[in-house]
């Protein structure tokens, strides 16, 4: 008797406010019984595994399936998303300069980093992205690397579209198959929500926070001042209309599930999923969502430039107007190869101290710093990265139906 109530309210309610729901159930219990948020926990990690395990598959078979069936004249608009993320990205390192100018963080510089490998320089990074390209499309699979899998995704959909109708098909009918898989996994959101939740609240670490509270401050206040003012000013360039009732959306729908899992890669079903429900153009979002995973990384820029100057204004480094805008490109360049290197936009961190001549011994103890506020740090740069590329894809494609309408009108 009791169930069918609650199954009917369950397939009533949005999955939003089921998400909210989980979310202060998991606020609830960290706080009353932290003690027993480890008995949890596994469902949060059973969520983003899922997460993860389906996302390659349904970006190749996507993209596979997009390029396959696209017709010749049918129009898509990558190349203006393109230079959204570019745009947004060095903007992102912008602020970030900026607000570190105006609030300038000194650190503890006592730990050091052990057991992590920084990147030589731009050029390992960008050897990384195009050794990445060519990878084995099974170890692209298994490993996410969506370079990879967006490589061997439109040479298999360029290759099938001189194919039958009926291999086209085939293609196109696994493509709706993962995407259904993805919605099921997508509806267990609540209680993945909560699992993480918990865990998260619960975790002693959290106390070792207060110590970096001016960090933080500074490099949190220039993700939301990024999220809140820049990327809705990009849009409304764009769109010409006003930005926020698309920005809040997504922000809530796209954002807080990435803020949770703190994986770029495990948002992409998620943001596909909201790109099919806002309408857009499926040829264009199946490709710029994974690619925007990948090098749309304005959260990785904010967190490379506070960082790396907060290392030089604590060892006295007087940084000039020309240093911090190469500063600003160097960001901008590394973090859209963050995902390819191992322990992500930390570890490209002694790359940008390199301008400023701090040895690589100080530069490992600022990543060492990074990986302690890392609960906040990482999962609220996710949160831009995966929604800024929901958010720019969404951009780039009501500001082409505009044109098309003004001139049909």
């Keep these: 008797m009791f169930q069918r109530p609650l199954l009917h309210l369950i397939t009533r309610t949005s999955l939003v406010a089921q998400i909210t729901a989980g979310l202060v159930a998991g606020i609830l219990l960290a ?36 390029i396959a069936n696209h017709k010749q004249g049918q129009p898509t608009h990558i190349r203006p998303i393109l230079v959204l993320y570019v745009i947004g990205t060095l903007a992102a390192a912008v602020v970030a300069v900026v607000a570190s100018s105006l609030w300038p963080t000194t650190l503890p510089l006592t730990d050091t980093a052990t057991g992590v490998t920084p990147p030589g320089g731009i050029g390992e990074v960008l050897n990384t992205l195009l050794f990445s390209a060519v990878s ?12 990879g899998i967006l490589a061997w995704a439109i040479g298999m959909g360029l290759a099938i579209r001189n194919g039958s109708e009926t291999t086209r098909t085939v293609i196109s009918d696994l493509s709706k198959g993962v995407m259904l898989i993805v919605k099921i996994v997508i509806h267990f959101a609540p209680l993945g929500v909560f699992g993480l939740v918990a865990t998260t609240l619960a975790d002693s670490g959290i106390q070792a926070l207060y110590s970096y509270g001016h960090l933080l401050v500074v490099l949190i206040g220039s993700l939301l001042f990024v999220a809140l003012v820049i990327n809705p000013a ?13 920005v809040f959306m997504i922000l809530r729908e796209s954002g807080v599930t990435a803020f949770f899992t703190r994986s770029s890669s495990a948002n992409v079903p998620v943001n596909l999923q909201i790109c099919e429900r806002l309408g857009l153009h499926e040829d264009t979002y199946s490709v710029a969502i994974p690619l925007g995973s990948t090098i749309n990384m304005a959260g990785a820029a904010v967190t490379i430039s506070v960082l790396s100057l907060a290392a030089a204004h ?27 290197v191992a322990g992500g936009s930390l570890l490209l961190i002694p790359l940008a101290c390199s301008l400023f001549g701090i040895p690589n011994e100080i530069a490992m103890q600022v990543v060492a710093i990074g990986f302690v506020i890392g609960i906040l740090q990482d999962s ?6 995966s929604s800024t590329d929901v958010l720019f894809t969404a951009a780039a494609c009501i500001a082409a139906e505009r044109k098309l309408s003004e001139q049909e009108a």
């Design 136 to 147: 084995n499309p099974v170890k692209a699979l298994l490993e996410a690397n969506y370079i």
């Design 314 to 340: 604590t060892l006295g480094i007087q940084v000039d107007f020309l240093t911090a805008l190469l500063l600003c490109v160097v960001a901008s360049v590394s973090a859209c190869g963050a995902s390819g």
């Design 234 to 246: 990009i849009v409304f360039w764009k769109t010409r209309q006003n930005p926020y009732p698309l």
């Design 31 to 66: 706080l009353l019984l932290p003690q027993a948020a480890d008995n949890v926990s596994i469902l949060g990690d059973l969520f983003v595994t899922a997460l993860k395990a389906v996302a390659p598959v349904l970006v190749f078979f996507l993209v596979t399936s997009a």
């Design 380 to 385: 609220t740069e996710t949160a831009l990265n």
